[in-house]
């Protein structure tokens, strides 16, 4: 079993920056791929990030791309969302996933999700 622990959510102005972490325990980090999402209130969860297990392929939605980066150390079972000059329509919870078949776009091919964290955006 992987079970997955957002941080580093919180408040921050536009055009400022956060970095999520994601820690992961239970069986091996390293041959999982990993993604970002987020949900707004009223809203689907949209996809915003995803890495291979290696860390070698990495995909973005258009939205975030060019502001965003996704990384992974898996010394440290952990990976993480850096996000650059973030807007107000970035304000959502963001939850980190796990798939062990491969890099995947698609909140129904993950297996493993944590229980997010809130980022908002103010004016």
């Known amino acids: 079993q992987v079970q997955l622990v957002e941080s580093g959510g919180g408040l921050v102005q536009a055009g400022g920056s956060l970095r999520l972490s994601c820690a992961a325990s239970g069986r091996t980090f390293s041959n999982y791929a990993m993604g970002w999402f987020r949900q707004a209130p009223g809203k689907e969860r949209e996809f915003v990030a995803a890495?291979?297990?290696?860390?070698?392929?990495?995909y973005y939605a258009d939205s975030v791309k060019g502001r965003f980066t996704i990384s992974r150390d898996n010394a440290k079972n952990t990976v993480y969302l850096q996000m650059n000059s973030l807007k107000p329509e970035d304000t959502a919870v963001y939850y980190c996933a796990a798939v062990v078949t491969g890099i995947a776009r698609l909140s129904y091919e993950y297996d493993y999700w944590g229980q997010g964290t809130q980022v908002t955006v103010s004016s």
């Open positions: 890495i291979s297990w290696s860390g070698g392929n990495t």
